[in-house]
C-alpha cells in the first residue's frame, strides 16, 4: 500500500524492514498529521480572532448566538469519527502484532546484564540475530536479570523483557540488510553495551542456519570452544584479565588454593587438577547460589541443563588458560570448505 502521505514523511523515519512497518508508520503519520492541521486551524482561528475582535475605542460588541446545533454537531460527531478510526486502526494493528504466523520458527532470547543470546530451533546459539528475509519468527523472550526491552527500529518491533516471565513476540522480516537491536530499558551501567547486530539474509531459513548459526564443537580445540561459551555466557559478569565485573574475576581461578564464601566458610584446592576443585568450579555453574564468593552478589543465574557436562569440561579448560588474565585465540581456518577438507585430512588413512 503507497500512501502519499506516507511517502512524503518517510524521510525522516527509519527503513521499513518488516511487515508491521508500513502499517505502523502509516497509523503515526495519520496522526501526527491529523494533530497539525488541528494545531494550525485552531492557532489561526484564534490568532486571527484575536486581532478583529480586539477591544477598540469606539467599538461596542454584538451579542453573540449562543447556541448553534449545526456546529455543535460537526465538532462532536467530527471527532468522534476520527478518535473511532483511530482506534479500529490501532486495535487491529494490535491484533495482527499479537497473532503470529503459522510458518514462524521460534527464537529463545534471553536478555541478560549485558547483551542478548539468541537460541535457534537447531540448538545453536549466537549473540547476533541472523534472519532470513521473509521468513517470520517468534521470539521467545526471557530475561536473566533485571528489566530489558528488546526494540529494532527498522522492524517497529519492541517489547519490555522481566525477569521471570515469558514474553513472546513476532515479525516477518521483509528487507535484506544489516540493522541493530538495542535495549531500550535502562538496566544498569552496561545498558549502552546491549547493542548487538541485526542481520536479515538472502538464503532461505534451513540455508542461513546452515551457514551463520552452525558451530560445530571442535574436539581438537577444547579451549577454544571454552572461549566461545565463555563469550556467550560468563564474560558479560566475569572478566579473564581481573578486571571488575558483576562477579569475581576468572584470572588466577585455576592456581587458586583457597576461597572464602559469604557464609565464612572455606574451600581449600590443591591445584585445577584436584577433585575439589573441579567440583567447585562445576558446582559454581550448576548451582550458583550454594557458594557465594565472599564481597559478590547472589547474582548468577543457574546453569543447569543449559550447559552439557562436555561444554563445563570446555570451559574448565578455558580457565585453566585464562589463569595468568590474557588468552589469544588460535588462528581459524578460512572458510568452511576448508574446516571441512581438514577434518577429511584428519579422518582419511594416508
Ligand atoms: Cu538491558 Cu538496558
New binding site residues.
Given amino acids: 500500500m503507497i500512501n502519499p502521505l506516507q511517502s512524503l514523511a518517510q524521510f525522516y523515519l527509519p527503513k521499513q524492514a518488516s511487515n508491521f512497518a508500513a502499517e505502523t508508520d502509516f497509523l503515526f503519520n495519520a496522526i501526527l498529521w491529523i494533530s497539525i492541521v488541528s494545531f494550525v486551524a485552531i492557532v489561526v482561528v484564534m490568532v486571527w480572532f484575536a486581532v478583529i475582535y480586539r477591544r477598540r475605542p469606539g467599538y461596542v460588541p454584538k451579542s453573540s448566538p449562543s447556541h448553534s446545533l449545526g456546529l455543535e454537531l460537526l465538532w462532536t460527531i467530527g471527532p468522534s469519527l476520527i478518535l473511532i478510526w483511530i482506534f479500529f486502526e490501532g486495535a487491529s494493528g494490535y491484533a495482527t502484532l499479537k497473532t503470529p504466523a503459522n510458518d514462524a520458527e521460534v527464537i529463545e532470547v534471553t536478555?541478560f546484564?549485558?547483551g542478548w543470546i539468541f537460541t535457534y530451533p537447531n540448538g545453536e546459539v549466537s549473540e547476533t540475530l541472523h534472519l532470513s528475509v521473509n521468513q517470520p519468527v517468534r521470539l521467545q523472550m526471557t530475561s536473566n536479570d533485571?528489566i530489558?526491552?528488546f526494540y529494532v527500529p527498522e522492524f517497529r518491533a519492541k517489547m519490555d523483557i522481566m525477569p521471570g516471565r515469558k514474553h513472546s513476540m513476532w515479525f516477518k522480516p521483509t528487507l535484506i540488510g544489516d540493522y541493530k537491536l538495542f535495549?531500550?530499558?535502562?538496566?544498569?551501567e552496561g545498558?549502552s553495551k546491549?547493542v548487538r547486530d541485526v542481520i536479515v539474509h538472502a538464503e532461505p531459513w534451513k540455508e542461513m542456519l546452515r551457514k551463520n548459526v552452525r558451530y560445530r564443537e571442535d574436539q581438537n580445540h577444547p579451549v577454544a570452544n571454552g572461549h566461545r561459551l565463555y563469550k556467550l555466557w560468563c564474560g558479560g559478569c566475569h572478566s579473564y584479565d581481573g578486571s571488575a565485573k558483576t562477579g569475581p574475576s576468572f584470572k588466577g581461578l585455576a592456581s587458586l588454593t583457597n576461597r572464602e564464601f559469604a557464609d565464612g566458610s572455606t574451600l581449600s584446592f590443591s591445584g585445577s587438577e584436584s577433585d575439589e576443585w573441579q567440583n567447585y568450579i562445576s558446582e559454581s555453574i550448576r548451582k550458583p547460589d550454594a557458594r557465594i564468593v565472599k564481597g559478590y552478589p547472589n547474582q548468577m543465574p543457574s546453569f543447569e541443563g543449559k550447559l552439557s557436562p562436555e561444554q563445563i569440561g570446555y570451559i574448565i579448560r578455558f580457565l585453566r588458560e585464562v589463569d595468568g588474565g590474557t588468552y589469544t585465540e588460535p588462528a581459524k581456518p578460512a572458510t568452511e570448505s576448508e574446516v571441512e577438507a581438514g577434518a577429511e585430512a584428519a579422518t582419511t588413512p594416508q
Avoid at 535495549?183 to 544498569?188: A, F, I, L, V
Fill in positions: 536478555a546484564q549485558f533485571v530489558h526491552s535495549c531500550t530499558e535502562y538496566c544498569g545498558h546491549m
